[in-house]
């Protein structure tokens, strides 16, 4: 069965440096997305990426926050300079046609 | 902007127990969806619900998009160890292009052998 992966699995990173998760959708899914979940809480919506442009973005992601599909199978979310809040799972996420949502494994990042 | 209420926010119950929870809300939402959560892991899709009043099972899970679009819940049927994780409800509310979700706070449930 087709499903979403994501790397690294862990990503440690020292305040102020830049980070760059990946996730490889699937195959014929159009839509995509990043959310993130801060231990022991929700998961939150921070962009939706469509036909190679952003759809919707939430308050979270600010200036400090990128996404890019720089091929036909890989989409990244960057980071410029982390915060210690940046600290969380991220999990990519994507979707075809539907509304059904799958999502990947998650990128565990710890900022110190 | 929108808030997902889901309770309870933890179970305890026996293997074999039946289990509900619920998630309403203020605002309509078009869609509801249903994911189940292990440690360390991402979300996994259960169900999906489109339209009002629809009624919708996956095996032992059954799951009911309300007739006002505010509110969905979730029963496990003859509950079994393998069903401990945190289940979480996510509503969707789009426009013209593919909505966001938006995620209750979750039931984590623990399930006695």
């Known amino acids: 069965e087709p499903e979403v992966t994501q790397t690294p699995s862990h990503q440690v990173t020292q305040m102020g440096q830049e980070v760059i998760l990946r996730c490889v959708p699937i195959?014929?899914?159009?839509?995509f997305y990043w959310y993130r979940q801060i231990l022991g809480q929700k998961v939150e919506f921070l962009v939706s990426f469509y036909n190679n442009e952003i759809s919707e973005k939430s308050e979270i992601f600010d200036d400090q926050f990128s996404v890019e599909r720089p091929d036909g199978s890989n989409f990244t979310l960057k980071i410029r300079s982390t915060k210690l809040e940046d600290s969380a799972m991220y999990f990519c996420a994507s979707s075809d046609l539907t509304d059904e949502q799958y999502f990947g494994p998650g990128t565990r990042l710890t900022v110190t | 902007g929108q808030q997902l209420n889901q309770s309870p926010q933890s179970m305890f119950i026996q293997e074999g127990e039946d289990v509900s929870m619920n998630c309403t809300s203020s605002?309509?939402?078009?869609?509801w969806l249903w994911y189940k959560q292990d440690p360390g892991e991402g979300p996994v899709l259960l169900i999906a619900?489109?339209?009002?009043?629809e009624l919708t099972s996956n095996g032992r899970l059954t799951a009911q998009f309300g007739i006002t679009r505010k509110d969905s819940f979730l029963n496990i049927s003859a509950s079994i160890p393998s069903d401990v994780g945190i289940y979480f409800c996510?509503?969707?509310?789009?426009?013209?292009?593919?909505?966001?979700?938006?995620f209750g706070k979750g039931t984590k449930l623990s399930v006695k052998p």
């Open positions: 195959s014929n899914h159009l839509y």
């Open positions: 605002s309509i939402f078009n869609t």
């Open positions: 996510a509503g969707q509310n789009y426009g013209g292009s593919q909505g966001n979700l938006i």
């Open positions: 619900l489109y339209k009002a009043g």
